[in-house]
């Protein structure tokens, strides 16, 4: 996997571990396997091209933006 991908992941777990209350109740992770699964399905959002660089970088996104990739994404 890409270091960026990589830190994608992390910075995505991260946001799930620190921002349970934000999770709609039916993806919250019961268990170490379904909180990775999960931060791999959301690490497109912590993702974004730079324009001056052309390069992906781990961005924040705000928290709406988590939201609303979980509503577009079946069970996650």
Do not use: C, K, S, Y
Not at 31 to 37: I, K, L, R
Request: glycine share 6%; hydrophobic share 40%.
């Amino acid at each position: 996997m890409e270091r960026v991908h990589h830190d994608a992941v992390r910075a995505a777990a991260h946001f799930v571990r620190q921002r349970r209350d934000l999770l709609p109740e039916r993806v919250v992770p019961a268990n170490a396997t379904q909180h990775a699964v999960l931060a791999i399905r959301l690490q497109d959002v912590f993702l974004q091209q730079n324009d001056q660089t052309g390069r992906t970088v781990i961005v924040a996104p705000d928290p709406q933006a988590v939201g609303e990739a979980l509503r577009n994404r079946r069970g996650g």
